[in-house]
């Protein structure tokens, strides 16, 4: 995965980063009931991630969960936070309706046409509500999510491809 972070607006100048981190480096912490939670940036259960010194002390975790298993993951309460669905299905509560990815089917008529999957399943996206925890029903094959959580920057947001800043004149400036 690619991970990007948006900065505060006294940062968005800076000089970009980037930081390649190998899977060897990434700690893991394996639950009694089975569930593996790799612990890529922030801290949890212990673990330190060994991604750090981003603006918005990012928390962002590889999380496995067996099949028909329940898993309760505890978040700050001044966090936003999505979990990125890859391998698997489950359900998640006090979350967004799932954004899955577009694919082509066949139409009634024989035609080619786009649909958005609405499984929380591989390759979707939940949004979760304010609260001090995510909770997840793993399905029948145990499901596998990137969950990402981090402090709001309360600050206006524009966007074009890749860049993102505060305005569109600091869009055209960068």
Do not use: C
């Not at 991604?51 to 309760?72: I, M």
């Not at 008529?109 to 979760?128: H, N």
């Not at 094959?141 to 709001?152: C, M, T």
């Amino acid at each position: 995965f690619q991970l990007w972070a948006n900065l505060p607006s006294h940062l968005k100048m800076s000089a970009p980063r980037y930081r390649d981190i190998r899977a060897e480096a990434i700690p893991t912490v394996i639950d009694d009931d089975g569930a593996a939670v790799r612990v890529v940036s922030g801290e949890f259960w212990g673990r330190k991630g060994p991604v750090e010194g981003v603006a918005a002390d990012p928390l962002y975790l590889d999380v496995a969960v067996p099949p028909s298993r329940r898993k309760r993951l505890r978040i700050e309460v001044d966090r936003n936070a999505f979990a990125y669905v890859f391998a698997g299905a489950g359900t998640f509560l006090g979350a967004s309706r799932p954004f899955g990815v577009l694919t082509e089917r066949e139409g009634p008529d024989g035609a080619e046409v786009l649909v958005r999957d609405t499984q929380v399943a591989d390759r979707s996206l939940v949004v979760f509500d304010r609260g001090d925890e995510v909770v997840v029903e793993a399905g029948p094959e145990g499901v596998r999510f990137l969950l990402a959580a981090g402090r709001p920057l309360a600050e206006p947001v524009a966007w074009h491809g890749p860049i993102v800043m505060n305005t569109p004149a600091e869009i055209a400036q960068a």
